[in-house]
């Protein structure tokens, strides 16, 4: 596997269920992000995790849980949610560094096409 | 309040012609930018980037200029290729190591053969 990897592709879940979506990068970097794009909109940042701390919590509602394990694995478990969280999830990653570093280009997964019943 | 725009949803461009995509942003304190690419069922990938201390970057076909006083940036691609029929989102940050992207809405850009 190369570049940033997203399971499953496709997620049809009704609203009392719970399930989780997994990323993996492959590219040995230290930040990872999910974000969220619906239709019409632009894509709009969930969470950041920079060498598996929490450092961005976009005003979330917390049906949305994010994990961090490693930094290479990102979670996204989700419960009871509403019929408007259908969307594509995408998730991110990027090398950051402290201080005087570089610019930040972050690399996508294909992402996952969630669907709330 | 968005503070990237594209306010162009659609373009459509005749193969080996200018394609020029636009994006204008409100915050000041934004001082590098991306345009990413967006296939059908892909995630977005990074394309060319320019910060506030240049206004102008070019890599092979892909131009971006940007006008600060304006706050506008464009992405020129000439020659136009039917592969480069996909959808352009424009993102900025602020500050250096910033982790934040803010994205527009981006332009679904369609080069006819």
């Known amino acids: 596997e190369t570049g940033v990897t997203q399971t499953p592709r496709h997620l049809v879940m009704g609203m009392t269920n719970k399930k989780s979506l997994k990323c993996e990068q492959h590219?040995?970097?230290?930040?990872m992000y999910w974000y969220k794009q619906s239709a019409k909109k632009p894509l709009e940042l969930m969470f950041v995790?920079?060498?598996?701390?929490?450092?961005e919590n976009n005003s979330v509602p917390s049906r949305f849980s994010p994990e961090c394990p490693n930094s290479s694995h990102l979670f996204l478990h989700l419960h009871t949610l509403q019929p408007e969280d259908s969307a594509l999830y995408l998730c991110a990653s990027s090398q950051v560094a402290g201080g005087l570093s570089s610019y930040n280009e972050q690399f996508f997964g294909p992402g996952t096409r969630l669907t709330v019943l | 309040d968005q503070q990237v725009k594209q306010n162009s949803p659609s373009l459509s461009v005749q193969e080996g012609r200018i394609s020029i995509l636009n994006c204008d942003y409100t915050n000041s304190m934004f001082d590098y930018f991306l345009w990413y690419k967006k296939y059908p069922a892909e995630g977005p990938t990074f394309l060319i980037s320019?910060?506030?201390?240049?206004d102008k970057n070019e890599d092979g076909r892909f131009t971006v200029f940007l006008n600060k006083s304006a706050k506008h940036l464009s992405l020129h691609i000439v020659p136009s290729q039917p592969g480069d029929s996909a959808v352009y989102f424009c993102a900025a940050s602020a500050g250096f190591g910033n982790e934040k992207l803010t994205f527009g809405t981006g332009t679904r850009l369609t080069i006819i053969p």
């Open positions: 590219l040995g970097h230290n930040a």
């Open positions: 995790y920079n060498f598996k701390e929490q450092t």
């Open positions: 320019i910060s506030s201390i240049k």
